[in-house]
């Protein structure tokens, strides 16, 4: 379903992602993991094409992301089937909850007024903030925020949702709510890539975990694999740290 | 103070109000496009709108005018001391709006570019929908600062004989020879004219969103 094939990223002289490779399956919930400054964010944000990379591709499903210029058109079809949930939720603080989900759907996937409503307000039940629907971002809580930016994420139909330490921003008591949501996404079959210092997280929902450090894939592997039979020096290291 | 003067000074206000007026939505579209200048990402056109700023920021209005008015006829083109004023009025209101609306741009955090942009808004849909409405908001007290400042700075187009607010308090005092009160009188006027302006920031704020 979604294929990273030998990508490279500079930033100027600095070697971001180093021949990064990986496959997606259909209804995978890969977890990346790694200390801060390995690439994880990075390859999130060239998976939506966020950020250009150098060299290799991405492909998603039928569709190719190449590095350099490409045609908006293009990019919203990949954007449409990827979405992206980002660590500081960025809903619109313009806009009240419900526009903040019905937004995209109605200017990228032309949907009617009364269509794109009824379908945010099942997402928004799906998350659990039905009755937030007329609230600005600015009374809700950052638990609450995020949900509403998964929700929003979700209406525009992703084949594929990518979470960028999603928990992170937030309070401790505000960390279970999240991950109950996309705990449920991953059991509705939804492909996702996650990364995440959630390591309760990695253990009960990844099908599959990324270790990442200094740009490169250091291993990868199911969970078995990787969280609890590691072969890498640096991977048992970093797990002894953060387990 | 007689009756024609008092009338004669209220008429100069609505002369002050016109020039600024038209100074100020002129000015808006010229700072419009040059805050468009200054955001691209081709150098040479930064460049100019650097340059245009920084020139009617750094020099005095009153030599702007001045320039326009008496040294514009030796190039051949002669302008009329309204429009003098009004160009010379409009050129300032452009290089500082655009600098009002190119800071209430780049304010809105990068992170609503990326949200917008990855559930895949074109760049001007993002423009429109996420980042003016979000901007608009940020310029509006600094825009209504400009704004009463623009209605004061009117008073140097006294200085190239534009009878606005100003000149027409020194032309009752010349009349009248009552120094004082007159010009107790035309501060009065501006005051009028810019208060209800400053007060109505806050209400606008609250309308934007």
């Known amino acids: 379903m979604l294929e990273v094939k030998n990508v490279d990223k500079y930033y100027n002289t600095f070697h971001a992602l180093k021949d990064i490779s990986f496959n997606v399956p259909k209804g995978s919930v890969t977890v990346i993991i790694g200390p801060s400054g ?12 966020l950020e250009v990379f150098n060299s290799g591709f991405i492909k998603i499903g039928n569709k190719k ?21 980002a660590q500081s939720y960025n809903l619109f603080p313009h806009l009240i909850v419900i526009e903040n989900i019905i937004l995209a759907p109605k200017l990228v996937l032309h949907q009617k007024v009364k269509a794109a409503r009824d379908n945010a307000m099942q997402f928004l039940e799906k998350v659990g903030l039905a009755d937030k629907a007329d609230s600005k971002p600015e009374n809700l809580s950052g638990g609450e925020q995020q949900r ?7 209406a525009m139909n992703p084949e594929i949702v990518l979470f960028d330490e999603v928990t992170s921003a937030l309070d401790p008591e505000l960390i279970s709510e999240v991950l109950n949501v996309m705990t449920s996404l991953a059991q509705e079959g939804m492909t996702m890539i996650v990364v995440t210092h959630e390591m309760g997280f990695a253990r009960s929902v990844a099908t599959d975990v990324i270790f990442m450090e200094q740009g490169s894939i250091v291993e990868k592997g199911s969970v078995a694999d990787v969280l609890v ?14 387990l | 103070m007689t009756y024609d003067s008092i009338l004669f000074i209220l008429k100069a206000g609505l002369m002050t109000i016109e020039v600024s007026a038209l100074a100020f939505v002129a ?35 009153l030599m702007q005018m001045f320039f326009i008015f008496f040294s514009l006829p030796i190039l051949g083109i002669r302008l009329s001391i309204f429009a003098s004023a009004l160009v010379a009025l409009t050129a300032n209101t452009g290089a500082f709006m655009a600098e009002i609306i190119r800071a209430s741009i780049q304010s809105i955090k990068k992170g609503q570019w990326d949200a917008a942009e990855s559930l895949g808004l074109s760049r001007m849909q993002i423009i429109i929908k996420v980042i003016l409405p979000q901007a608009i908001r940020i310029a509006i007290p600094p825009t209504i600062g400009y704004i009463t400042s623009l209605i004061k700075n009117s008073s140097v187009a006294s200085t190239i004989g534009l009878v ?32 209800p302006i400053s007060k109505l920031s806050k209400s606008i704020e609250k309308k934007v969103y």
């Open chain 2, 27 to 61: 000015g808006l579209f010229l700072a419009t496009f040059t805050a468009y200048l200054s955001m691209t990402k081709i150098k040479v056109l930064n460049l100019i709108a650097w340059v245009y700023i920084q020139l009617m920021r750094g020099t005095p209005l």
């Open chain 1, 229 to 242: 039979n590691p072969k890498e020096a640096r991977t048992i290291q970093f797990l002894s740290k953060v």
């Open chain 2, 164 to 195: 606005e607010a100003t000149r027409a308090g020194r032309l009752a005092i010349e009349r009248t020879g009552q120094g004082l009160l007159t010009l107790f009188l035309v501060g009065v006027l501006y005051f009028i004219i810019c208060f």
């Open chain 1, 148 to 154: 509403v930016a998964i929700a929003r994420t979700l």
């Open chain 1, 38 to 49: 390995a690439g994880k964010s990075t390859i999130l944000r060239c998976i939506n094409r």
């Open chain 1, 65 to 85: 992301i190449i590095p350099g210029k490409m045609r908006y058109n293009d990019l919203k079809e990949i954007r449409t089937r990827v979405g992206y949930v």
